[in-house]
C-alpha cells in the first residue's frame, strides 16, 4: 500500500525556469493538499484540489504559482519564473473523500533555486 | 500572521524521561488541534489530535491536553526514547475548513540523549 508520492524529490532550476512538482495521493484518496515549508519555518497551506477542481487556493501566491489534479494522473504544483525565494520544500498530502482521516503527507520535493 | 506559535525551537531530554512541548494558539475558531513528527527529508507523520471538546487525549506513550481558556496546548512523550529524537509540529484548523487545511507552528526540535 504505497503511501503519497511526490517527485522530484530534488529539484534544481536556474532563475526564471519553470518548476514542475507531481503528487500521485495514496490509493482511494481523492483529495490533495500542497504545503511549502521555508527554512526554519512551519508548513504553509497554497492549496486544496479535489478531482478536476480547485477547492481553496487561498494560499497561493497571486502570481507564476498554479496547480490541478486531473481526471487521471498526479496533482501537479508548477511555478514559473521560478526566484530564489521559491527555494523550499514543498509537501503534498492526502486524504479521502469525506475526510475524517488525518491526511496523509508525502516526503516531499525540495526544490533549489540557482 | 502566526497563529500557530511553538515558542521552544529546541528540547534535550534523558532517555525515559518525559518531554513536554507546548503550543500556542490565537485563533479562537480553531476546533480541531494535531501534533507531527517529522525526520529530516521525510515529510511529516501524524501522532495524535485532540478536538476542542476535549482537555486530554491519549494514545500510548502520547498525551496532548489542552486548555481552551490558555488557547495552550501540550504534548508529552514518556518514556522518551532515542527514536523520538525529531521535529515535532502543531497544528490547528478551523471549524470551517477543509479537513486537510491546517495551520502549523514553526516545530520543536527534540533531541533525546542516552
Known amino acids: 500500500n504505497a503511501g503519497v508520492m511526490q517527485n522530484p524529490r530534488h529539484l534544481v532550476r536556474r532563475r526564471g525556469q519553470e518548476a514542475r512538482l507531481r503528487c500521485s495521493p495514496m490509493?482511494?484518496?481523492?483529495?490533495v493538499y500542497w504545503y511549502r515549508q521555508l527554512p526554519e519555518e512551519g508548513l504553509k497551506f497554497m492549496v486544496y484540489?479535489?478531482?478536476?477542481?480547485?477547492?481553496?487556493e487561498s494560499g497561493m501566491p497571486k502570481e507564476r504559482f498554479s496547480a490541478e489534479f486531473p481526471k487521471e494522473g498526479p496533482s501537479i504544483l508548477r511555478i514559473q519564473q521560478v526566484v530564489r525565494g521559491d527555494s523550499a520544500a514543498y509537501f503534498c498530502?492526502?486524504?479521502?473523500?469525506?475526510?475524517?482521516?488525518?491526511?496523509?503527507f508525502g516526503q516531499g520535493t525540495r526544490l533549489t533555486v540557482v | 500572521d502566526q497563529q500557530v506559535k511553538q515558542n521552544s525551537p529546541s528540547l534535550s531530554v534523558q532517555e525515559g524521561r518525559i518531554s513536554i512541548l507546548n503550543c500556542d494558539y490565537t485563533?479562537?475558531?480553531?476546533?480541531?488541534f494535531l501534533w507531527y513528527k517529522k525526520y529530516p527529508a521525510e515529510g511529516p507523520t501524524f501522532l495524535i489530535s485532540?478536538?476542542?471538546?476535549?482537555d486530554k487525549n491519549e494514545d500510548g506513550r502520547f498525551t496532548v491536553f489542552l486548555n481552551k481558556s490558555a488557547k495552550h496546548l501540550s504534548l508529552h512523550i514518556v518514556p522518551s526514547q532515542p527514536g523520538d529524537s525529531a521535529v515535532y509540529f502543531c497544528?490547528?484548523?478551523?471549524?470551517?475548513?477543509?479537513?486537510?487545511?491546517?495551520?502549523f507552528g514553526a516545530g520543536t526540535q527534540v533531541v533525546v540523549t542516552p
Open positions: 498530502a492526502s486524504s479521502p473523500a469525506g475526510g475524517r482521516l488525518e491526511a496523509f
Open positions: 490509493k482511494g484518496h481523492s483529495h
Open positions: 484540489l479535489q478531482k478536476e477542481n480547485i477547492i481553496d
Open positions: 485563533n479562537s475558531m480553531f476546533d480541531y
Open positions: 485532540i478536538s476542542s471538546i476535549k
Open positions: 497544528a490547528a484548523r478551523r471549524t470551517t475548513d477543509s479537513w486537510g487545511k491546517l495551520q
